[in-house]
């Protein structure tokens, strides 16, 4: 029991024992990360591990992964609970899906969900996401009509049984890939993550001489419930809305309303009046809509509390039924980050008035511009690749916003070497981008140049996912916009935005990553400020005088 937990364990010894099982997290984290075969999980970072108590609660997650997906997994295992209950797990189970509604809102994600006995009692759980490099279909892209379009869709299922993997369901994923080496290879590094992570909470209940998670886990979420609800009763009651207008598909612009109600201790997000959702895979799924909403918040108002499940139970979030952030299967939602990442730029912005300096301007990184190429090499093998770069962060209260950095998701880009060693692609140019930014008394993150050849004998597919072309992010309490994005081919023609293309061998694609919005009244800038961006190229000689005043 909590009380008995905490009646038990001094401050100290508890937070002792948090961080040593955050701890435990990371290292299942390091596990993933040097096994996985694909770069997006080694080099970009898209994936999260997760650990959680009997009832699938989180207890402690990776201090690296991707957010959503730690906010999520909990609400998965819980739905394997339903299928599996908790007496029939053995050790060396695993259980898998890739189930947009049941698990972070697209097929390329899967999730994997491990046992952890201690003396022969099941005492907890370990879980990991990454976000693999192929599910068949149409790969990655969001010009699809139907989820059955978009990939191969693994309803909850066993991956393994008592350390056998279950050969027939292998069979089935890797005959519907193009490159199931490293559907594999990144499937089996998960196991191994949550492998990982199962033997150092053995250790952990060995060492301390606790019987299983359970009361421990009551006690650290009944701390952060009472830190997220003691930032809430900062906040002042009222209900504050916010729009965002997004480039959505050809002549189908979408839009994002957004309320957010504080009453006392509790918040409730609702986007009622947001567009419908279309037959376009820009469609977000409520568990992703409900993770890119609570998420933000906690950023806000509880920055430092370590996240585990009570950090969100003082948040509500809704959304009507058949809308962008509600769709109803089978809804295409293969980049549901293109409306996902939105979110937090709305709830900023309708917070604005009373967090003035709790808040930041629109990221021009959100949502995250994707390219990824796929074809044939010269060796006659199949490579399937994406580009994970960003635009820049938008500006904060007391500082310029992070330039190529993303923001509400935290990918990484990854090494332009080991990018260009997996696929037949040359970078040639990846620059920060002059005057992308938006002016503010605090400047927005820049954006950045990227140019990249295809080096194949015949052509090959790009699939591109972005936005912000005709919405570019903007800034808050008088800050300006950032730059818009822009992509182009060589040749001078610009391919659709959220389609897939074909690309000539020898063929140049050059994107332009949108900046962050300005923050405050760029005529307030600090004057050494502003010469120091002219003399380092942040900024043109233009943008100094019209946008900043400077003589």
């Not at 567009?275 to 950023?299: E, F, M, W």
């Not at 293969?334 to 009373?354: D, E, F, K, N």
């Not at 006659?380 to 209260?397: E, H, K, T, Y």
């Not at 990854?414 to 938006?438: F, N």
């Amino acid at each position: 029991m909590p009380d008995a937990v905490q009646n038990e364990l001094d401050p100290i010894t508890l937070e002792i024992y948090w961080n040593r099982l955050i701890s435990i997290a990371d290292e299942a984290a390091t596990g993933l990360l040097r096994t996985a075969f694909s770069t997006i999980v080694r080099e970009s970072n898209d994936y999260a591990t997760v650990l959680m108590d009997r009832n699938g609660d989180s207890v402690s997650e990776n201090t690296g992964g991707i957010a959503s997906f730690s906010c999520i997994l909990p609400k998965t295992t819980k739905v394997f609970l339903e299928k599996f209950p908790a007496e029939s797990w053995r050790p060396g189970d695993g259980v898998v899906t890739n189930d947009p509604w049941l698990a972070t809102g697209h097929l390329p994600d899967f999730t994997v969900v491990t046992p952890i006995f201690h003396r022969d009692r099941l005492v907890g759980f370990a879980g990991s996401i990454s976000h693999s490099p192929d599910v068949g279909g149409s790969l990655w892209s969001a010009d699809c009509r139907e989820l059955f379009e978009e990939g191969i869709r693994i309803l909850p299922s066993r991956l393994l049984r008592a350390g056998e993997w279950n050969a027939d369901l292998i069979d089935v994923l890797l005959g519907n890939v193009r490159v199931p080496r490293q559907v594999l290879g990144d499937l089996q590094a998960q196991v191994v993550a949550n492998e990982v992570c199962a033997r150092g909470v053995d250790e952990f209940l060995g060492d301390t001489g606790l019987d299983d998670l359970q009361g421990l886990s009551a006690a650290l979420q009944v701390r952060t419930d009472r830190a997220m609800r003691r930032a809430i009763l900062a906040v002042p009651d009222g209900t504050y809305h916010a729009t965002i207008e997004a480039d959505g598909y050809d002549e189908q612009h979408t839009r994002i309303v957004c309320s957010v109600r504080v009453d006392g201790e509790t918040m409730h997000i609702d986007y009622a009046g947001t567009s419908a959702q279309i037959d376009r895979g820009i469609n977000c799924v409520l568990n992703y809509t409900h993770a890119y909403s609570v998420y933000p918040v906690k950023c806000a108002l509880d920055p430092f509390t370590p996240r585990n499940e009570g950090s969100y139970r003082a948040i509500t979030v809704s959304a009507p039924e058949r809308s962008i952030l509600n769709p109803v299967y089978p809804a295409p939602c293969s980049a549901r980050q293109l409306t996902g990442h939105l979110l937090a730029g709305a709830i900023y912005q309708a917070l604005s008035p009373v967090l003035p300096t709790q808040i930041i301007a629109e990221c021009g990184g959100a949502p995250t511009m994707r390219a990824l190429f796929s074809g044939i090499n010269r060796d006659g093998d199949r490579f399937s690749q994406v580009l994970f770069a960003s635009g820049g962060m938008g500006a904060l209260p007391h500082r310029d916003g992070m330039s190529t950095t993303a923001f509400p998701t935290n990918v990484g880009a990854g090494s332009i070497e080991a990018y260009e060693s997996v696929a037949p692609l040359l970078v040639w140019k990846k620059r920060l981008r002059t005057d992308s930014g938006g002016a503010g008394t605090f400047r927005g993150g820049l954006g950045q140049e990227v140019e990249i050849e295809l080096r194949t004998a015949g052509p090959a597919r790009l699939s591109l996912l972005s936005d912000r072309h005709q919405h570019p992010a903007s800034g808050v309490l008088g800050g300006l916009s950032g730059a818009p994005s822009v992509i182009t081919l060589d040749d001078g023609t610009r391919p659709h935005p959220k389609s897939r293309s074909s690309v000539k061998p020898g063929q140049r694609i050059t994107l332009l990553y949108a900046g962050g919005g300005g923050y405050g009244d760029p005529k307030l800038r600090d004057r050494d400020a502003v010469r120091a961006d002219l003399r380092d190229g942040y900024i043109s000689a233009d943008a100094a005088r019209r946008d900043y005043g400077l003589a």
